[in-house]
């Protein structure tokens, strides 16, 4: 390994105490991103991806959400230990956050301007970026922002609302306001679903020529395979709360191991072979309140024996890929 | 926005009139002559009749109607048999003190209501926010009468710290008229000693009359204040490190103060139906208390005549809270 | 993030599911109404589990039976019918009189109870009239749509422009004081409040699929009316009716209390407190229990509406 990883997961989980009992959202996650790598984390909705980006950014509410175990490491500092004071202060500056819907993440009241100063002023007050800006500064540095994600026209653009501008002009400056605390780690939820596709492909296009530019760790979360082909050094595979498969994208494409992973490749859709006759993952996501025991996708799996009632470890089968399952390996 | 304040105030004018048609039609229902109500009561049949003729009270009810109009305009509003004075005269006159009376109270609503409102939603299922939603509710459920008299009863008679009733002392002479609010005239002829004596007259009426809005402004405030701060721009806005007081006064409440606004809009109208109430329990010499007591006595026109000056009143204010409105929410302002 | 609510009831949901499962067996009747069933019982759990919803509701049972069992418990029944005695006026509350007498020494707790049924009398018929007028003219406006909605929403504007009380007492002072003038009166001022809700329900659902469906299958207006939109508009409706319950017994107090309502020696605690607020500060039982009578039914029905809004109304649920 040439570097010290920048972020480590050791074992994490995380439970939300509901109503109705605990419902194991992560259960006993671990991986590392190296400075500069691009990550992928891929899985079908409710298997806990989005979970574990918020609990890097600590954005999850508790209660219900609740630390099981494990610790999240970045750049030598346990996340989950540290003062919310610290938290703050990491917040934006070393790891930046953007979501799914761009329509929702901004402020409809305030303009664009107004909310990308604020973000700058409150970066530089936390951060250790030695300046000390003033509000025309900040406005300045906006626009300069602006200008590096593409949005054309800025200083218009800083004039205006949210509602005059679209999906895909927003999430720009959804970008904008990420990158302006200059984060080393930059966590993307699902950053293309709501827009159309040629948008997307500009915003993965820009999310790739950031990363290059300004060194930037990413973290890719989406369901989308084709993003994770287009951005994405590495893939976690994740199933309800559990990583089942953690491969390098060539690998993951070439040979994907774990019976999930394949049903997934399975169910995109070949440009080459149009009428080739796609295939669903029969069944559902368990339920987290009181999951199967042992190995988690048993009751969806094909291939699934006696032995799957026991939890599978994630095993390196070659290089560069980690499968979490029975029958890989060992046939 | 000039067009916008252009196609309100066209709207008001509009629905100034169908008041004064409400008011028009309430005056033919009643089961007394309007002639022999218009006549006085000690007015002979022969009097009726004269008067029917004069006021054209023979003629097609639209005709009337319009007659009942270029009357108002005119500024011919009838006479109190009560005070036997104009009733216009008698409005001009006691409008200033419901004034002041029910701005005094929707600004105690709204400075307290919305900090409350706040508190109970940043402090959400804590003591603070119980203690706050027994106040809501119990507000709400008083009757403004009631809680007036229990006022009176505990701060001015038991506890002496404020005057039991009116607007001031009877020995005190007012200040010369500019504005005729008197708050605003001891101030600006620099008699202070009459500000504080009308002030300590104001606080109970206007403490009772704003109890059941704040409640509401309270109760709507938390609620939006909940909603919005689960909103994904809230996510946004902690996940770049913006301190949570910045987020709740600035990010969270402008969101949330919109339907806030249009619940203080809809409860300007029962305090302004509550001024009768208030007015009566304080002696306020104001137009709710000149209606009631003209409703008593079977005094036609000034009954009348306050209900268009507060139902005037009350569509004015509601312009000025849509021009708010507009000027908070950038989606509403860009499409006028 | 995981909605613990929305958890909550698809979870209730299948439990109720399990429990239906295991009683339809013989019945056809609980079958074929399986999931109405259902859909109670997830309200009636719902309900049970909301603290100050079950309170109000136990007021508003409590004051419903003092309703209707009052003129038989009271101890002294003819206080109510304009009874005299001198010489126990004004007493302090002990035993025998529980809230006091009055200025003509008739128990107050007898006239309170009693009044019960006035005030509820008043708020149902009021609630009623209002509903009667409101809910067909805003189904009209919603579904004939063009000028004639135009007119009904203005002259409903215009009405939602005065202030209520205001109006009230414009229309008593026409029609002179008096109870069932004070009813009249209040009725006269809350329709408006229907036919802007329902108004606005029925544009809503006259976009949805199923009615747009209905339309196209060549369903009758009448039939869609009564079997797609009346029912879906009822749940707002009864929220709104249980608030505005408390809001006409606050209207009739206050008509009450300015004298232009009820009028004694009639038990109305409006005016009870009407006569009562000349008697402060010394005897202040007088005018305290009845305002505490009309604070705690209004207190019931703005609490079971509360209640009643979570169940029916889940957008707004906390």
Redesign the interface.
């Known amino acids: 390994m040439p570097d010290k990883p920048i972020l480590s997961f050791i074992d994490f989980k995380l439970n939300?105490d509901?109503?109705?009992g605990v419902?194991q959202?992560i259960d006993g996650i671990s991986f590392d991103l190296n400075p500069g790598e691009s990550l992928g984390i891929v899985g079908e909705t409710g298997c806990g991806k989005?979970?574990t980006a918020?609990s890097i950014?600590g954005?999850?509410?508790s209660p219900?959400a609740e630390v099981a175990g494990g610790g999240i490491w970045f750049d030598g500092r346990n996340l989950l230990k540290e003062k919310s004071s610290t938290l703050?202060?990491?917040?934006?500056?070393e790891i930046?956050?953007i979501?799914q819907?761009p329509m929702?993440?901004?402020?409809?009241?305030?303009?664009i301007g107004k909310?990308i100063v604020?973000?700058i002023l409150?970066?530089q007050k936390?951060g250790n970026h030695g300046r000390s800006l003033t509000s025309k500064q900040a406005f300045q540095y906006g626009m300069e922002l602006l200008d590096k994600v593409h949005l054309p026209n800025p200083r218009r653009q800083m004039k205006s609302?949210p509602?005059?501008l679209s999906g895909g002009m927003r999430q720009r400056v959804?970008i904008a306001?990420?990158l302006?605390?200059q984060p080393k780690l930059l966590i993307a939820d699902e950053p293309t679903t709501a827009l159309d596709v040629t948008i997307q492909a500009q915003i993965l296009e820009l999310i790739s020529e950031l990363r290059e530019q300004l060194n930037l760790s990413v973290i890719m979360i989406t369901h989308d395979l084709g993003v994770v082909a287009t951005v994405c050094d590495r893939v976690l595979v994740m199933y309800a709360g559990q990583i089942v498969e953690d491969a390098s994208i060539k690998q993951l494409f070439n040979n994907p191991s774990h019976p999930y992973t394949r049903g997934l490749l399975q169910a995109v859709p070949d440009p080459a072979k149009p009428n080739k006759k796609l295939k669903g993952i029969p069944g559902a996501l368990p339920n987290l309140l009181n999951p199967p025991i042992g190995c988690r996708f048993q009751t969806r799996c094909s291939s699934a024996s006696e032995k799957c009632t026991r939890m599978p470890a994630l095993n390196k089968i070659r290089t560069n890929q980690k499968v979490a399952c029975w029958n890989v390996g060992t046939t | 926005m000039g067009r916008f304040i252009i196609k309100r105030l066209f709207l008001m004018a509009f629905m100034l009139i169908g008041l004064l048609a409400i008011t028009f039609v309430i005056s033919h229902i009643a089961p007394t002559d309007p002639a022999a109500l218009a006549a006085g009561p000690d007015a002979d049949t022969e009097m009726i009749e004269r008067y029917r003729l004069e006021y054209g009270l023979d003629q097609p009810v639209y005709v009337q109607f319009g007659n009942y109009l270029t009357r108002l305009m005119n500024g011919n509003w009838g006479t109190s048999i009560l005070t036997t004075r104009a009733v216009a005269d008698d409005l001009l006159l006691y409008f200033p003190n419901t004034f002041e009376l029910v701005v005094f109270s929707i600004g105690i609503a709204i400075l307290l209501g919305i900090p409350l409102g706040v508190t109970a939603a940043v402090l959400q299922n804590t003591w603070a926010d119980h203690t706050i939603r027994i106040l809501t509710v119990s507000g709400v459920a008083m009757p403004m009468f009631w809680l007036g008299l229990m006022t009176q009863l505990y701060f001015a008679l038991y506890l002496g710290w404020f005057p039991l009733g009116g607007r001031m002392n009877m020995m005190t002479d007012p200040p010369d008229p500019i504005t005729n609010l008197l708050i605003v005239d001891s101030i600006l002829r620099g008699e202070f000693g009459t500000t504080a004596e009308a002030l300590t007259h104001i606080v109970l009426p206007a403490v009772a009359l704003c109890f059941p809005a704040l409640a509401s402004i309270i109760r709507v405030n938390r609620a939006e204040m909940l909603e919005t701060l689960k909103q994904d721009y809230i996510i946004n806005a902690m996940a770049h490190g913006i301190s949570m007081v910045r987020i709740v006064s600035v990010y969270a409440l402008k969101n949330a103060m919109l339907p806030t606004m249009a619940m203080i809009g809809l409860r300007f109208g029962w305090m302004l139906g509550g001024t009768v109430l208030v007015e009566t329990v304080f002696d306020w010499p104001g137009i709710g208390l000149y209606a009631v007591q003209a409703t008593i006595s079977s005094d036609f026109e000034p009954i009348m005549g306050a209900t268009i000056v507060l139902g005037g009143f009350f569509m004015f204010t509601n312009l000025i809270i849509d021009l708010v409105y507009a000027w908070l929410d950038p989606r509403i302002r860009g499409q006028i | 993030m995981v909605g613990s609510t929305n958890q909550r009831t698809n979870l209730a949901t299948v439990m109720l599911i399990q429990d239906s499962n295991a009683d339809h067996v013989s019945e056809s009747f609980a079958d074929r109404h399986a999931s109405t069933y259902r859909t109670l019982r997830l309200y009636a759990r719902t309900f049970r589990r909301n603290t100050s919803a079950m309170f109000g509701l136990a007021i508003v049972v409590v004051f419903l039976v003092v309703a209707a069992i009052g003129p038989w418990i009271v101890p002294f029944p003819e206080d109510a019918t304009g009874a005299v005695h001198l010489d126990i006026k004004l007493q302090p509350p002990d035993s025998t009189h529980w809230f006091g007498t009055d200025e003509v020494g008739n128990d107050i707790f007898t006239r309170v109870v009693l009044g019960t049924r006035t005030t509820l009398q008043i708020a149902c018929i009021v609630t009623g009239v209002a509903m009667l007028i409101g809910v067909p003219l805003g189904m009209i406006a919603g579904l004939v749509g063009g000028w004639v909605q135009e007119a009904i929403m203005r002259v409903t504007d215009v009405f939602l422009s005065v202030p209520g009380l205001v109006l009230a007492i414009a229309i008593v002072g026409a029609l002179g004081p008096g109870i069932v003038n004070a009813m009249l009166a209040l009725s006269l001022v809350w329709w408006p409040g229907y036919v802007r809700l329902v108004q606005a329900k029925t544009l809503a659902l006259k976009n949805e699929i199923y009615v747009q469906a209905a339309y196209s299958i060549g369903a009758s207006k009448l039939r869609i009316v009564f079997i797609h939109i009346l029912p879906n508009c009822t749940s707002p409706i009864i929220v709104k009716a249980s608030m505005d319950m408390g809001m006409a017994i606050l209207g009739a107090a206050s008509l009450g209390f300015l004298g232009l309502g009820a009028q004694p020696p009639f038990p109305e605690w409006g005016a009870m407190i009407s006569i009562a607020r000349t008697y402060l500060p010394d005897w202040w039982w007088y005018s305290f229990f009845p305002g505490l009578a009309i604070s705690l039914t209004v207190l019931g029905f703005n609490l079971l509406g509360d209640g009643l809004r979570d169940i029916l109304d889940p957008k707004h649920r906390d």
């Open positions: 939300f509901t109503f109705d419902y959202a989005s979970v918020k950014m954005l999850l509410p219900p703050k202060s990491i917040r934006g500056n930046s956050m979501f819907d929702t993440y901004l402020n409809p009241v305030f303009t909310q604020d973000v409150a970066h936390r609302y509602h005059e959804l306001m990420a302006s605390g």
